[in-house]
């Protein structure tokens, strides 16, 4: 899913965190009111100017973000010292 046109990232807005479309509403609490087990239905009812695209692009760039954060690099610092991980 091509989430750019709907994830948005503004300093002025929730301190810089990724949101929807520039609303108060970020990804971080879409995705906390998933794993809280709240429904797709549940969280569009509770927040009516949500789209069922919005919580899908919230969970798009959320992986994205995890896959980018593992993989950017094989190696590990523990302090000073250089660690490189093989697989």
Known sequence: MN?????TIK????GGQPTIRDMRITVYDILK???S???TEQI?????ELTKEDIQASLSYASDREHFSTT???EITFGSEHISQTS
């Open 33 to 35: 009111m998933l794993a």
């Open 11 to 14: 300093p002025g807005i929730r």
């Open 3 to 7: 989430y750019k046109n709907i994830i």
């Open 44 to 48: 569009l009812n509770d927040y009516p």
């Open 72 to 74: 950017i690099s094989n």
């Open 37 to 39: 087990d709240m429904s």
